[in-house]
C-alpha cells in the first residue's frame, strides 16, 4: 500500500513539475510584455489577488495558512525571477562587499554587469559607482581621491541616513563633472530581494541619469520611490527607521528587566513576529546607534514618542477608543 501511494504521489509530482514549468513560461512572456509596456516586473496588487487565491484554494484541503502562503510565495518568486531577463548595457561597480554590497550585487547582476569589490581596493571605474559603504570620512575619502576619474559617471551612495553628507558629495559632483544621485535600501541582506524598496534622491548635477537609474531597478525587481530632498528622507526615515529601533529597544529592556527571554515559549503569534524583528536589530547594534546618531531629526521624534506612549496609556486607560487604532 505504501508503494502504491508513492508512487501515486510520484506522477502529481511530476505533473505539478510540468505545470509549474508552465506557469513560469508564460511569466517569462508577461515579463516581456511588461517591458514593452513599460510596467515595473512587481506587480504588488496582483501577487496579493494570486496569494489570496492560493490560501483559499489549498485551505479547503487542509493545508494552514503560513504553508500556503509559503508555497505561493516561492511559485511567485521564481516566476519573477524570470522576467529578470532584460540585459542592460550599463556596468555597474559597487564599492563595499558588506550585507547591502552583497544582496545589491547579487540582485542588480542579474539584469546588467557588476563588479563587487572591497572598499581598501584600487577602484574598477563603472558608468554607475555604488558606495555600500558606511557614512563615514573614509567614504568620502573614497570620493575625493577618485573624483577626477568619476567624470561623465554617476556616483552613487546607499547609505542610510543622508543630511550630513549629501551636500558634500553634491558639491564634488559640480566641482567633479559627475552625476550624483543618492540611494537607500530599505533593507539589509536579503537572498530575493525582488519587490523590496530602494528610495532614489536627485541631486543639481543628476540630470538624465536618474531616468537610467530608476531603469537599473526597476529592471532588476526593485520598487523604487523618488524624494525630493535628503532632509525629507531623513525626517521620514526618523519615524520609520529610527522610532521602530527605539521601540524594538525599548521592548527588548522591559523584557530583560522583567526575566523575560526572548525564547520564551509564551510568545503570542503576533510578538514572535516581533521578536524575530528585535533580533535582526540586536544583531546589528553598530547600525541603530549610527541612525540615531547622524539622524537630525532622531531626538525630536524619540521626544515625541515619549509624549505619545503616555498618551496612548491614558486613552486605553479611559472608555474611548484610541485615534486611529479603534473600531
Known amino acids: 500500500m505504501l508503494s502504491e501511494l508513492r508512487r501515486s504521489i510520484d506522477a502529481i509530482d511530476e505533473e505539478l513539475i510540468r505545470l509549474i514549468g508552465e506557469r513560469v513560461r508564460l511569466a517569462a512572456e508577461v515579463g516581456r510584455v511588461k517591458r514593452g509596456l513599460g510596467l515595473p516586473i512587481v506587480d504588488d496588487y496582483r501577487e496579493r489577488e494570486v496569494i489570496a487565491k492560493w490560501i483559499e484554494g489549498l485551505g479547503k484541503f487542509g493545508v494552514d495558512l503560513e504553508s500556503a502562503i509559503g508555497i505561493a510565495q516561492s511559485i511567485i518568486g521564481a516566476s519573477t525571477k524570470v522576467q529578470l531577463t532584460n540585459k542592460l548595457d550599463i556596468r555597474v561597480a559597487i564599492v563595499g562587499s558588506g550585507r547591502v554590497g552583497r544582496t545589491m550585487a547579487k540582485a542588480l547582476g542579474r539584469v546588467t554587469n557588476v563588479i563587487l569589490q572591497g572598499h581598501s581596493e584600487e577602484l574598477v571605474l563603472g558608468d554607475v559607482i555604488m558606495l555600500a559603504t558606511r557614512p563615514t570620512s573614509d567614504s568620502l575619502g573614497i570620493i575625493t581621491k577618485y573624483s577626477s576619474r568619476f567624470r561623465g559617471s554617476v556616483v552613487m551612495d546607499l547609505f542610510s541616513v543622508k543630511t550630513p553628507i549629501f551636500r558634500l ?157 479603534g473600531p
Open 169 to 325: 558629495i553634491e558639491n564634488e559632483s559640480l566641482r567633479s563633472g559627475f552625476h550624483y544621485i543618492s540611494a537607500h535600501p530599505l533593507f539589509g541582506e536579503l537572498g530575493n530581494p525582488i519587490g523590496e524598496t530602494v528610495v532614489l534622491i536627485p541631486s543639481r548635477t543628476s540630470g538624465d541619469r536618474l531616468d537610467m537609474v530608476r531603469e537599473l531597478f526597476t529592471s532588476a525587481g526593485f520598487n523604487v520611490v523618488v524624494l525630493g530632498s535628503p532632509e525629507e528622507h531623513d525626517r521620514l526615515m526618523a519615524y520609520i527607521q529610527v522610532a521602530h529601533h527605539v521601540l524594538l529597544l525599548t521592548l527588548y529592556r522591559a523584557m530583560r528587566r522583567a526575566g523575560i527571554d526572548l525564547n520564551t515559549p509564551l510568545a503570542t503569534h503576533s510578538l514572535r513576529y516581533t521578536l524575530k524583528a528585535l533580533e535582526r536589530v540586536l544583531e546589528q547594534p553598530e547600525v541603530s546607534n549610527e541612525l540615531f546618531r547622524l539622524n537630525p531629526y532622531s531626538k525630536s521624534v524619540a521626544g515625541e514618542l515619549g509624549d505619545l506612549l503616555k498618551e496612548v496609556v491614558r486613552e486605553l486607560d479611559g472608555d474611548n477608543a484610541i485615534g486611529g487604532v
